[in-house]
Nanobody
Framework: QVQLVESGGGLVQPGGSLRLSCVAS????????MAWYRQAPGKQREYVAR???????NYADSVKGRFAISKDNAKNTVYLQMTGLKPEDTAVYYC?????????WGQGTQVTVSS
């Protein structure tokens, strides 16, 4: 069993920045791919970014150039640095871990971009 705990969300003005963190309860960050997803009100959950065990990153087109995913294996933590935030980035952001047997989700952290 794995628990994922996200933090770092909040209210930010357009153009602002936030850094989200996701701490895993087990030493999985250096072994399995980790990802961030988001879900806006009334919309389906969508992919945001992924980082492999080797550190290769991938991004949705909507966030490319503005968001950066990174990790600290020793701290079992994955980060999502968000810059140039737009109102359309408003959503609950979820951490995801895709293990061999199953995948796990965190409880989510709210990000609101508004003036």
């Amino acid at each position: 069993q794995v628990q994922l705990v996200e933090s770092g969300g909040g209210l930010v003005q357009p153009g602002g920045s936030l850094r989200l963190s996701c701490v895993a309860s087990r030493n999985i960050v250096g072994i399995y791919p980790m990802a961030w997803y988001r879900q806006a009100p009334g919309k389906q959950r969508e992919y945001v970014a992924r980082i492999t065990s080797g550190g290769t990153t991938n991004y949705a087109d909507s966030v490319k150039g503005r968001f950066a995913i990174s990790k600290d294996n020793a701290k079992n933590t994955v980060y999502l640095q968000m810059t140039g935030l737009k109102p359309e980035d408003t959503a609950v952001y979820y951490c995801n871990a895709k293990l061999t047997s199953r995948e796990y989700w965190g409880q989510g952290t709210q990000v609101t971009v508004s003036s």
